[in-house]
């Protein structure tokens, strides 16, 4: 095999170059800023596979947090809070009589806090990633996608379970940067969703763009089957992804790199 | 082809490893990831790998010394190991602890114990190899951004 480098220096530059031009985008490890950057968070109890990701992820421009369990996962999203009453959740939530179980859950949200996708892994100690699923889904954050990893071939009665729980889909580890433009595909659906919550034009612009994608469509669905994903939401996901302008899209290319030299 | 002797020898090293069957097409996912922010991303993650598996053999061999076996928990353990095994692109490792996982299953306590052996050893090899290659590619030095491989 040839370790090439030169290639994916040049592609480095230019991302380097967009990331000067913007510079309320400084990457900032670990910061959730409102920024153009997606953000996903990772939960995994192996730490070989929350090192993976996060590179995998921040190499392709995402912001990323890493969390090594369910209870952290719920912790972060405030979803905890709930049981407790810590001062600010109990004060804002006694001023509004009428209060149900979601308006709590928004109280004690993480004020600000931006969280565009949920990667999980299945097989956790303590709480499962499909536990963990079902606690998202039931709570303020059900509209953030979640994707579901395992390690292994999973049977399917586990991974359509996970697909009817509301995951996207159930993706085998180890993930690799092509796995990414699935991910990608999930972000910019949320992206929809909060587009679609504040105009719903957006649904019009985007019909006319279905026919060009059907070829993407294809493509995808065939190597997702055997992964027992919900072919039907993704042709959604793709209907949606020319709505972003193509200078958002080139930065959210995964960054293909050549063999790099092992320094 | 690398004119540098250094880098020549190099990348006949990291030939081996995949000719061996050492490391997959995980391996090269590493190299991938890492960049000139990250120039020692592999050796890295090789690193916290031998780190952190060295807890779970620790575990299994605590667990193999109290008998009977408790398969469930040496299949668990396992399953870990293999993951993180899985996820550096460690080929012989990974296949290694797919046998003792079968072993597991079947209650083959005795099969158990001498794929375990097999895994330490293929283990113990490969952390050799490493050593010996990211040692040699410290000494390389990062590559120069001008030069192209001929």
Redesign the interface.
Known sequence: ??????S??II?DRTQQQHKQEPEMQAQEGQQEQGHHFHVLAVDD????R??LE??LK?SSYQVTCVDSGDKALEYLGLLNNLDSDSTASSSSSSSSSSNSSSCSQSSQREGLKVNLIMTDF?MPGMSGYDLLKRLKGSSWKDVPVVVMS??NVPSRISIRCLEGGAEEFML??L??SDLEKIEAYLLKSLHLSCTNIDKDDDDNNADHNSDNNNDKVVNNDSNIDKGNNSTSMNNNFSKRKALSSEDTESRRPK???????? | MERNPIRRQLAIMRQSLFDQGHVDEQFVQLEELQDDANPNFVEEVVTLYYRDSARIILNIEQALERKPFDFRKLDAYMHQFKGSSSSIGAKKVKAESTLFRECCKSGNGEGCMRSFQQLKKEYATLRKKFGAYFQLARQAGPVETASRPK
């Open positions: 095999m040839e370790l090439m480098k030169s994916d220096n480095q192996s730490v070989i596979d090192k993976l590179k995998l190499v097989c390690s292994e580890k180890p690799q940067l293909i790199k050549g063999l790099a030299v092992a320094i």
